[in-house]
């Protein structure tokens, strides 16, 4: 193996790449600056249990595991930032009863990726409400993710919908234990309706469930599903106000490119309502997910309303605009005497770089500064 290979699904980001990054991770920060959302940096390793990958199966495939020397506890390099951020709200910043509004952006690495050409180290960048059990917390939540996104993609977006809280209060009702909930779940994720009807015949549910879950494979499209879905699935409490809850965020985004979908369950062990996602034309999958996760906290000693989302601005990088720096070029044999110059034009954003003479790819030129009757001046080349 040659020294400078890397591993499988890891790369290099290259130096324009990592500029439109960082450039786009600054405004992106900044746009949840101006919706009360402030920063936190989670360590990349923490001791296993706080990393959640106890309770959750799918996490705890994709963290990377090691052996801490000093203390010989075993050490997890995070996967997904949003445990750690709960961890925060509920012991760091314990003392705040109200709502926390935090926000990141930083690398997570994955065991596995998660498709043939997605990378092991996503740049997880999101934003977590605490505190607010209201619906309306997920429609802010909701408004800037696609004001997130605006900045960062370059196509339309469709926000898609849909609730966990449906399947899991139909699950309860019907009695099922968790490896049934499992197993249906993944079918219904597959939209396989005879599937589903295998499963509940094989567990002898009653006839009101078993088509309940049938339903589900066939409850998706636009703005009606919800009207579809109050006459098709059982009047129980947790279901009629799940229903309410898609049509207020239906309400609250009129001219949004919506879809709804109530078999869409793919979820994390710790959502436990209403989900939203974002695609576009040319991604598969979608380009950031979010939802509500109450409770979540209760892990680390308090138990909190919370929703947020995420998604990995690195995907973007290579759809971000191609612009190249302009610099203004000065002579290393003029640095000293062009140094006050040379500070000024730094200080008004002005890129000056010095040339030695040799070929030099850090930007496009805009000039070179010369000294000009004893004045110094930007000249074209």
Known sequence: MQTWQLPEHIADILPRRARHLEERKQSILALFRLH??????????????????????????KTIRLLDPIS???????????????????????????????????????AKPDGFLTTREPFQ???????CADLAADIELIDLMLKSLALVC???????????????????AAALDQAQSHSLLAQLQNKDRAAVAALAAEWRLDNIWAQAFAALT?????????RHARQRLPQLAAVSQAIDELEQICQSFPEQDLHIDLAEV??????????????????????ARGGRYDGLGAYFGRAR???GFSFDLRRFAGELSD??????????????????????????????VVDYGLPDNGGARQGRLRCENGEWVVRAD
Not at 154 to 172: Q, T, Y
Not at 218 to 226: A, C, H, N, S, T
């Open 154 to 172: 370059h196509e339309p977006v469709m926000l898609a919908l849909g609730h966990i809280g449906i399947f899991r209060a139909l699950a309860r």
């Open 36 to 61: 009360g959302y402030e920063p936190v940096y989670p360590p990349l390793l923490e001791y296993g249990d706080a990393l959640l990958t106890h309770i959750d199966q799918g996490l705890s495939l």
């Open 125 to 131: 960048t999101g934003a977590e409400l605490y505190g």
């Open 72 to 110: 010989g506890r075993q050490l997890g390099i995070r996967a997904d930032i949003t445990p750690q951020v709960a961890r925060i709200d509920a012991h760091l910043l314990a003392a705040n009863q109200g709502i926390n509004r935090l926000c990141y952006a930083a690398p997570v690495l994955h």
């Open 305 to 307: 309303p919370a929703t």
């Open 323 to 352: 612009g190249t720096p302009q610099t203004v070029a000065v002579a290393h044999t003029d640095l000293a005497a062009a140094r006050r110059e040379i500070e000024r034009l730094r200080g008004e954003g002005v890129c000056v």
């Open 218 to 226: 066939e409850l998706y499209g636009g703005r009606d599903v919800p």
């Open 266 to 287: 793919r979820v994390d062990h710790y959502h436990t309502g209403l989900l939203y996602a974002a695609y576009t034309r040319e991604h598969h999958d979608a380009v």
